[in-house]
């Protein structure tokens, strides 16, 4: 029996806004870890989901990390960045994403 198709919606293009290509994501890709920055009103089966069908990978767990931005000073002025959610996914054993190729 195989696994029903996952019909790709606008809302799961929307879902991944970009991969995180650091030196800590690179090393946790090692392990089969990828990180997304996502919407700050996207949920673990939201991006579980996305990462499913976008990339045609079976996804283990989903953890995600809300991150406050740093209030900074410009000329005297107080200013705040943005607000940003990470999303750290786990594939499965064997499963990758390789990011070089488009989507």
Do not use: H, W
């Not at 045609?56 to 900074?72: A, E």
């Not at 499963?95 to 989507?103: A, K, L, S, W, Y």
Request: aromatic share 6%.
């Amino acid at each position: 029996m195989s696994k029903p198709e996952i019909k790709v919606t606008e809302k799961m293009y929307d879902t991944l806004l970009r991969p995180v290509i650091t030196e800590k994501a690179m090393k946790c890709s090692e392990n089969g870890q990828v990180t997304f920055r996502v919407p700050l009103t996207a949920t673990k089966t939201d991006v579980k989901a996305a990462v499913e069908a976008l990339f045609g990978v079976k996804v283990k767990s989903v953890n995600t990390v809300r991150i406050s931005g740093k209030t900074k000073r410009f000329r005297g002025t107080v200013g705040k960045r943005s607000d940003f959610k990470k999303a750290v996914v786990t594939l499965a054993e064997g499963q990758n994403i390789d990011f070089t190729t488009g989507v």
